[in-house]
């Protein structure tokens, strides 16, 4: 059974930092795009990082390049997501997701490509 568990959300002021971590389980993750995803009240669910071949290529969606960094445990089938300089803007639920790209990259923009996705983790950053 695949399950992708995170953790680490909460609520932070602006420049502050989380940690969001994700435990991978059931499925051999090495080739596939894992990827974390936000989505905000009243907008659509939005790429943010993804990584693929255990951290060999990395995206980042261009409001958080720079602060929030994508890494990958294979000891602990674990992902995480460094986010620093923390804004108000990117208070959401994060999501965690994994898929078989059928790119030659891991897409942030096509949330199709993901077919396994966590519960989500709630970020809330106050001004």
């Known amino acids: 059974q695949v399950q992708l568990v995170e953790s680490g959300g909460g609520s932070v002021q602006a420049g502050g930092f989380l940690r969001l971590s994700c435990e991978a389980s059931g499925f051999d993750y090495r080739g596939y795009c894992m990827g974390w995803f936000r989505q905000a009240p009243g907008k659509e669910r939005e790429g943010v990082a993804a990584l693929y071949g255990g951290g060999i290529l990395k995206y980042y969606a261009d409001s958080v390049k720079g602060r929030f960094t994508i890494s990958q445990d294979n000891a602990k089938n674990a992902l995480y997501l460094q986010m620093n300089s923390l804004k108000p803007e990117d208070t959401a639920v994060y999501y965690c997701?994994?898929?078989?790209?059928?790119?030659?990259?891991?897409?942030?923009?096509?949330?199709?490509?993901?077919?396994?996705w966590g519960q989500g983790t709630q970020v809330t950053v106050s001004s």
């Open positions: 997701a994994a898929g078989l790209s059928t790119r030659s990259y891991c897409s942030l923009r096509f949330i199709g490509d993901y077919n396994y």
